[in-house]
């Protein structure tokens, strides 16, 4: 069984809990929390405040995907400003 310091040690995963809290609780279960702390626009986004997963490589698995889509809801904000701001230009 892996420990909490040697999953996130490990070359391979470090990159995928970039920017999450990840711990394991007593029972062996695998947690993570995107970090700095959602906004209530990002959450109505989907984005989930707490990955829960089974091993080390699930949980990398799914901070990434987090990471992903919340890169993608920031996108989409800054374009929205975006092309208003450029509507609004006459």
Partial sequence: MTTAREALSDPGLRG???R?????DSD???HARPLPKLTSEEIAYR?????VADSPIQLAYKCTWQRS???VHRYL???AQRSAAL????
């Fill in 28 to 30: 062996g279960v695998w």
């Fill in 20 to 24: 999450f809290y990840v711990w394991r």
């Fill in 47 to 51: 984005i989930l405040p707490e990955l």
């Fill in 16 to 18: 995928a809990f970039r």
């Fill in 69 to 71: 889509r919340r890169k």
């Fill in 87 to 90: 509507e609004s230009t006459p």
């Fill in 77 to 79: 904000q800054k374009y």
